[in-house]
């Protein structure tokens, strides 16, 4: 097994072998940097850009609005895990109804097929674990996601309210489950 190497702050080298965990200090690093930024997430890949699959721990805060989208490529099946934190994975109808709301803590995987509208809202401030397949060549920034026209686009106002609306919806169908 290669010892890990501290670069930056980050655990460098997706190719070696490696065990994270809910109490990993690199937790803590994703989202003091996911703090730090407009979005308020951030994104550390596990992968190399060729590869067939993308794996990423993605620290999100809840201020942070994930635009819905689908992957219309049939390898593209994402899943996500908790390592840390508490988020809600939310299924979406062609129309943009919340069709499905599914609360994600630790020891819980989703998967979401490809051609799934959907979105991660973090309902504390949380990391996910996160796979997306990928054809041949790896991820391409043109073909990775489609974006319905119901929902409104990243870092606008609209996008603030919207959020805001979603999170009050599942706090409903968490409470009506």
């Not at 655990?11 to 937790?27: A, F, G, Q």
């Amino acid at each position: 097994m290669a010892v890990e190497k501290k670069t930056e702050g980050v655990v460098s080298s997706p190719r070696e072998v490696r065990v994270i965990d809910e109490h990993d200090t690199e937790l803590d690093f994703l989202l003091t940097v996911a703090a730090s930024t407009p979005r308020k997430r951030f994104i550390k890949p596990l992968h190399e850009p060729w590869e067939h699959e993308n794996r990423m721990l993605n620290a999100v805060l809840p201020e942070s609005y994930i635009r819905p989208h689908q992957h219309s490529n049939p390898h593209s099946v994402e899943t996500v895990q908790a390592l840390r934190g508490i988020f809600n994975v939310v299924i979406f109808d062609n129309q943009g109804k919340i069709s499905e709301s599914i609360q994600v803590a630790s020891r819980k995987i989703v998967i979401i097929p490809s051609e799934i509208w959907h979105t991660v809202i973090a309902r504390t401030p949380c990391v996910l674990y996160e796979t997306i397949g990928h054809d041949e060549g790896g991820y391409d920034p043109k073909t990775h996601k489609t974006f319905p026209a119901w929902a409104p686009m990243e870092g606008t106002k609209e996008a603030s309210n919207y959020l805001e609306e979603l999170k009050a919806r599942i706090v409903l169908l968490d409470v009506g489950s």
